[in-house]
């Protein structure tokens, strides 16, 4: 009865030392390492292998190493097999960071100040209060409700958009498409934290933007996806965008001469949001194998009709 991980290979590593220290009796491998795969119970994957079932014909559950799931064919999997998201905790920590770093950086006109530092440019922008800066949360699940906690302690007017209605102090809560138009109407800095799927692919467009407010900024942390690039470039070009810091793009990596890398008003990360932390993952993965094992419901068992 084996566990397999295949995924990045150097934290595959890292796995392989926490799996020794609190679970030593099992025997973990990394890909392409392989035990006999009738053994193979777990699998930890990103992308996992093309024919999941008839290779582990004795497959328990399988772990996205990663909070989403859209890099998933759920037809791959087979129907009686879980499929569980990650949830350990410094994903979310992590992204708490992220976003609190990306919206005081366009609510602080970094983009500008950095263009200007390349131009040797030394001129002042006027500050505008955090009180009349509108920040707005697309997604309220673990990471969106994270993310607007932290926020709260700048004094930014919070708001958030969600498919199923939520109740979060001090923030503003809007609901599915009857909501979106208010929401974006009271918006200035967007931050979109959905996951991807049918119903989400390309919902940040040329339609979008123009409900936002004049001169609106985005952050995108959700995937690349989710984002209609020609769209962004238009909407900066005319000003209806001002800046935007984006952690995703499609494909990943962004091709070379793509228009985002040396865009002025636009700030690019490589998908570093957050990261899997190794330990708290296999604790992570330990627990839901136990839960599993006793019959009991499984935390960031994903829901594939819904497809997240
Ligand atoms: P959750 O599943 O906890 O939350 C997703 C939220 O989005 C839910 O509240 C859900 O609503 C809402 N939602 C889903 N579909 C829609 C829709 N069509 N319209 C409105 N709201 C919708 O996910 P997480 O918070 O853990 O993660 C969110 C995403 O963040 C991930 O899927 C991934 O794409 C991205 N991510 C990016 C990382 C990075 O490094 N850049 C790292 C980790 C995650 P409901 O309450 O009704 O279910």
Same mark, same amino acid.
């Given at each position: ?128 209060? @955090?009180?009349?800066?509108? =920040?707005? $949360?697309?997604?309220? #699940?673990? *990471?969106? /409700?994270?993310? &607007? ?64 407010? @004049?001169?609106?900024?985005? =952050?995108? $942390?959700?995937?690349? #996806?989710? *984002?209609? /690039?020609?769209? &962004? ?76």
């Amino acid at each position: 009865m084996s566990f397999l991980y295949k995924a990045n290979p150097v934290r595959g590593a890292e796995w392989a030392r926490h799996f020794a220290a609190l679970a030593p009796d099992v025997p973990f491998h990394v890909w392409p390492d392989q035990p006999d795969p009738a053994s193979v119970r777990h699998l930890a994957t990103w992308v996992p292998p093309d024919d999941i079932a008839g290779t582990f014909p004795n497959l328990e559950l399988v772990f996205s190493v990663g909070a989403g799931v859209d890099q998933f064919d759920f037809t791959k999997v087979p129907a009686h097999v879980p499929l569980v998201r990650m949830l350990e905790p410094h994903i979310a920590e992590s992204m708490v960071e992220y976003v609190s770093l990306a919206v005081l950086a366009l609510h602080r006109d970094l983009p500008r100040f950095l263009d200007q530092q390349r131009r040797e440019v030394w001129k002042e922008i006027q500050i505008t209060a @955090a009180a009349r800066r509108r =920040v707005g $949360v697309m997604g309220l #699940g673990q *990471l969106g /409700q994270g993310v &607007l906690e932290r926020l709260k302690v700048f004094g930014f007017p919070l708001a958030g958009w969600n498919r199923s209605p939520r109740r979060i102090a001090g923030v503003d809560c809007y609901t599915g498409a009857e909501g979106l138009a208010a929401f974006l109407a009271r918006t200035d800095i967007l931050v979109c934290l959905l996951p991807l799927t049918p119903e989400t692919r390309g919902i940040l467009n040329a339609s979008l933007f123009a409900a936002l407010p @004049a001169g609106a900024m985005l =952050v995108n $942390v959700g995937r690349g #996806g989710h *984002l209609v /690039q020609d769209d &962004l470039l238009a909407a900066l070009d005319g000003g209806q965008i001002a800046a935007a810091m984006l952690d995703v793009a499609e494909p990943e990596p962004l091709p070379a001469g793509h228009p985002f890398w040396r865009h002025e008003k636009i700030i690019l990360t490589p998908h570093i949001a957050s990261m899997t932390h190794p330990e708290t993952a296999v604790r992570f993965v330990l627990d839901t194998i136990a839960r599993h094992r006793r019959g009991e419901p499984l935390p960031g068992l994903v829901d594939r009709a819904r497809g997240y």
